[in-house]
């Protein structure tokens, strides 16, 4: 789904009436690293059949960082949609 998101993501920055930004570099990069994370997060939980302390270290973290980079990317998309003061009410 991660890899679909991001294709999709890369085809509409592309069209003709979206302006390339820096805000939207940024988003588009956080968006790559967030699936890597995830597909990390998925090799790791893969990776042995007996769980180590180490694998789930491993997978945890990875889990984590990718939650972290998926909440800035979307929040990097919603400043893009609706301006760098969205949040203010």
């Known amino acids: 789904m991660g890899v679909l998101t991001l294709v999709a993501g890369w085809v509409l920055a592309t069209a ?3 302006e390339a930004t820096p805000s939207l570099a940024s988003h588009r990069w956080t968006g790559v690293a967030a ?3 995830t ?6 939980s893969r990776r042995s059949p007996v769980q180590s302390r ?5 997978y ?8 972290v980079l998926v909440a800035i990317a979307g ?5 893009l949609v ?8």
Do not use: C, E, Y
């Open 16 to 18: 003709p009436f979206v």
């Open 75 to 79: 929040h990097l998309g919603a400043a």
């Open 60 to 67: 945890r973290g990875a889990l984590f960082g990718a939650a």
């Open 35 to 37: 699936v890597a994370a």
């Open 82 to 89: 609706w301006g760098p003061d969205f949040l203010k009410p």
């Open 39 to 44: 597909i990390g997060a998925a090799l790791a």
């Open 54 to 58: 180490r694998s789930l270290v491993v």
